[in-house]
T-cell receptor
Framework: KAGVTQTPRYLIKTRGQQVTLSCSPI?????VSWYQQTPGQGLQFLFE???????NKGNFPGRFSGRQFSNSRSEMNVSTLELGDSALYLC????????????FGNGTRLTVT | ELKVEQNPLFLSMQEGKNYTIYCNYS?????LYWYRQDPGKSLESLFV???NGAVKQEGRLMASLDTKARLSTLHITAAVHDLSATYFC???WGNGGATNKLIFGTGTLLAVQP
């Protein structure tokens, strides 16, 4: 069974640009959530989607947005990139039931110069 | 606001020794996870703890949950080098439901020395 797939693995962008990250969940998983990992702030929740609806949102500015498609694939978009957006962005999927763990992808390493 | 604290932040152990990592959280939650992360890799799910008194074991790792004390522990028995990694606990923000909004601890970097 294929795991959570994130593309691309690495990205280098310039300040002010925008970027789109993609996540394909495990087959059958309807919940997709996104996390940002940095050395300073650790792992922080961005948002979670279930059946194309955003169920929860973290404390990030509106420059961070996402969406989920009918096949459960999800995209995350960051506009007007800042140096502080450099991070590892992790996507996780789950069945969405109470006792199902989150399965994480390998992440997209974003560097903003 | 839910806060999750782990200690210690760094743990250097000798092979064969036992130790415990602690995870305290500040508000009520009934779902707690433990994850492992190797350098440059993603997070690997170790345990999901759902109720007070829950105990789960896998190999040399055992996790427990005390929801009244808002405390979870990850106990390492007879450590081996392969256990070297960063261990995170994470608490579900929702109380009584699965929100998948996890608040992570700072992580414990475990280094097992021969």
């Amino acid at each position: 069974k294929a795991g959570v797939t994130q593309t691309p693995r690495y990205l280098i962008k310039t300040r002010g640009q925008q970027v789109t990250l993609s996540c394909s969940p495990i087959s059958g998983h309807r919940s997709v959530s996104w996390y940002q990992q940095t050395p300073g702030q650790g792992l922080q929740f961005l948002f979670e989607y279930f059946s194309e609806t955003q169920r929860n949102k973290g404390n990030f500015p509106g420059r961070f947005s996402g969406r989920q498609f009918s096949n459960s694939r999800s995209e995350m978009n960051v506009s007007t990139l800042e140096l502080g957006d450099s991070a590892l962005y992790l996507c996780a999927s789950s069945l969405g039931s109470y006792n199902s763990p989150l399965h994480f992808g390998n992440g997209t390493r974003l560097t903003v110069t | 606001e839910l806060k999750v604290e782990q200690n210690p932040l760094f743990l250097s152990m000798q092979e064969g020794k036992n130790y415990t990592i602690y995870c305290n959280y500040s508000t009520t939650s009934d779902r707690l996870y433990w994850y492992r992360q190797d350098p440059g890799k993603s997070l690997e799910s170790l345990f999901v703890l759902l109720s007070n008194g829950a105990v789960k074991q896998e190999g040399r790792l055992m996790a427990s949950l005390d929801t009244k004390a808002r405390l979870s522990t990850l106990h390492i028995t007879a450590a081996v080098h392969d256990l070297s990694a960063t261990y995170f606990c994470a608490v579900d923000w929702g109380n009584g439901g699965a929100t998948n909004k996890l608040i992570f601890g700072t992580g414990t970097l475990l280094a097992v020395q021969p």
